[in-house]
């Protein structure tokens, strides 16, 4: 029997079963993903940070990209820290690992100049170490993390213009710090995440800090965890979450997990994953009116390691009680040969209803039914038909030179791929694809369209 096949020029596939092992993610940019934003004016715009300073941007949600690089000198800065300004979507901020200090974009991050540098050495903007003051989105707010136990946190009144150090904690409290959030009902209320498993505190907008309990009467987890990332419910702002990092195989036992606070993070517990390291977490109000959370893990690149979290991707309908993993995700090599299944960020658009996640394999999209067709992306200087198992795509753009494609599964995986001749035509059957969604990037390495197509045998 032949395969029926249902394309569309790049359309967004649409799951139409509502179980939720039968949710999703699919890909979106094929390319390390560190940490990734949505234009708050505009859900279409998504930016995504690499190696090397690369900032991949798509301005049609996700079907066609194009990288920059914002730095003078090639160099091995990771790009783990990102925001795009509320006060002016032009301004983006840039932060990360191996960092030389904090770069602003005035452009949409056409081109960036540096706004905060250190005296000596590097500044590290570890995970999602910037942020901006919800109700004054001129005023934001970085911590600096490793090298050397820095543990500054600056300020910005000026749209991340320039910065003043507004504190400095002392080293017996943390040995570097990784995240900040404000609680939304408060933004005089900080939190920081912090090595040692440490979550750290201010009332007064950024200039003290204290420890506060993170297990029970503790003040701290290990001496090897971390705390990459705090959110507070959109629900109850008196309910947060936290994820625990860790890297020492000895320390497994009693180490890592997800903790939530109920009382405004006077204090913090372990609610799930012990033992496990993670480094994202999410979460949104579900359609139930409960908090609907989602969490990814993480180690680090030592081989051999037995610290479970890589790949792990879980969601909780029920504020943490319940749990359901998504064990579908394949996970392949990105473009550096690295397969550790480390997830970055997840990252939920209200506007758009969408979560995306960032990892070291790729950029997705979580697909859920939504009962709205509008998810639909065209590029009319491509042409894609299917017939009789065929696909056929026709480049129409006059430029259009020395393209390549490489074909891509929905978990990552790179099945096929060519070189576009002087026709800029493909014809490419498809009899030996099993059933399931697909994705074609179609153009040079650093700007390519997308095209997505689903089998059904």
Sequence with gaps: MNAKLVAG??????????????????????????????????PNKLYVGNRYDQLWRSFDGGNAWEVRILTEFPTDETMTSMIVSS????VMLFGGFNANGIKRSDNGG????????????????????IVEDPSNPRVLYAVRGRPFFQTTVYKSVDVG?????????DSSMTRGLCTIAIRPDSTNILFVGAKLGTILRSDDAGRTFRRVPVLGDKLSVFDDSEIPKIVFSPLNPMVGYAVVAFSNSEQIVGN???????NGGASWDRIAFADTSLWAVEVRASSLGTDDVFVGGFRLATPNTVVPGDSLVARSLDGGTTWNHFDNITWQPNENDDTIANVWVLRYNKPSNKLYMA???????FDEPTGVANDVRAHTSLRTTINNDVLRVLDTESEAVKNTWTLYNMQGAAIATGRVDASNELSLSL???ASGAYVMTWGTETKFRTINFSVVR
């Design 87 to 90: 006060a002016d979507t032009n």
């Design 256 to 262: 890592g997990g997800l903790l939530k606070t109920t």
């Design 110 to 129: 056409q081109t960036a100049t540096r706004v905060l540098s250190p005296t000596a050495g590097t500044m590290f903007f570890i995970s999602e170490a």
């Design 161 to 169: 213009a320039t910065w003043d150090s507004i504190a400095v904690m």
């Design 9 to 42: 020029l790049f359309c967004l596939l649409t799951c139409c079963v509502v179980s939720h092992a039968q949710y999703s993610w699919r890909l979106l940019l094929p390319k390390t993903a560190y940490t990734m934003q949505v234009n708050p004016l505009d």
């Design 359 to 365: 990892t070291n394999c790729g950029l997705y999209v």
């Design 431 to 433: 009899d030996r694809f």
